[in-house]
């Protein structure tokens, strides 16, 4: 068997996507997910003008030479576009390897260690009324895990909080807009946002809060502790994870579980993390990691230091990586949970998809393969559209982590 052609698809239904598709001789084709938020075109490019030639010819069946080749091959290793254009090729390879063998992809993984996927739900307000409301709209769809975000008074914009009262997407139209961020406002303002919430809906609901990466270590130990009481599921990057050795501070002060990885792309990113139990929950994905052959091996290592998984899910992965994240964590003993962040029905009309959503839990459906797939028809209604993440700033207009 040969891969024949390789093709890059950039859509945007509702927001920006990278696919590739790569076919073969024997008729049979798979995808996989490309989209890098803000970066998508370096992605694109990485793939049509220097991986895709590389695959014409190779035999899709050899899934771990290939991705050597692309890693070891480059020279150049890691690095967050390399290593999505390498988790693209992957998806698309075990898309195929699935449909070849007429099997489902969890099943060439080890097949199936519980009966579906648990998976958290965002629910962010302007502020804690309007997050308690939708808290407990996303209670009543049947979700057991929410993740709540609040608008912070005095900051006029917040992280997870969209400005219109529409539904929330990080990305935005046109060129990067920018942010304001006061650590004070909203270290003070977050333990009521909890305490509220245990107070209306008890103690049942998991709980989990993001921090997005802008709290030093003592600060971050800090907010773990006032959470306490409230029992968080997990407090998600409490600070920027270049420095690993930093989590150590938080971890000697709290209780409160501590889950990183959405911007990593390397196992030894998370190395030190896993090995020294600095962490609870490594956030890695399929997509941004490498593909599910690289996170196969960071979910085994991780199983040795009582670290569980919790993919990054949010809406700038295209479906294909949430069937592939579906696949993976049926797959793995030390799932812990599953990111999801609902698409925009144009979205779901453009990959098609057979895994579906019932009482908390997500099912990747029995399709062979990966079980998703891309209407290149309705994918052409949507060209590219510029978008990107904002930048933040704090209150006297120092650059900040966004
Ligand atoms: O900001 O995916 O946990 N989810 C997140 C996301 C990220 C975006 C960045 O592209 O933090 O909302
Ligand atoms: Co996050």
Redesign the pocket.
Known sequence: MKITKGKVIVCSPGRNFITIKLETDEGVYGIGDATL??RELSVASYLEDHVIPCLIGKDPSNIEDIWQYLYRGAYWRRGPVTMTAIAAVDMALWDIKGKVLNTPVYNLLGGKCRKGVMVYSHANGKDIEHTLDEVGKHLDMGYKAV?AQCGIPGVPTT??VPKDGGKYE??EKGLPSEHAWSTEKYMRHVPELFKRIREVYGDEPLLLH?C?HRLTPIEAARVGRDLEPYRLFWM??PVPAELQEGFRLIREHTTTPIAVG?VFNSIYDAERLIKEQLIDYI?MTTLHAGGISHMKKVASFAELYHVQTGS?G????SPVTMAAALHFDMSITNFGIQ?H?AHTDETDEVFPHAYSFNEGYFYPGDEPGLGVDIDEKLAAKYPYDPAY?PVNRKEDGTLFHW
């Open positions: 938020n803000g993740r992280y997870g990080p990305a993001d997005h998600e990057d959405e956030r990054h949010a809406t700038d992965l990111e962040m993440l």
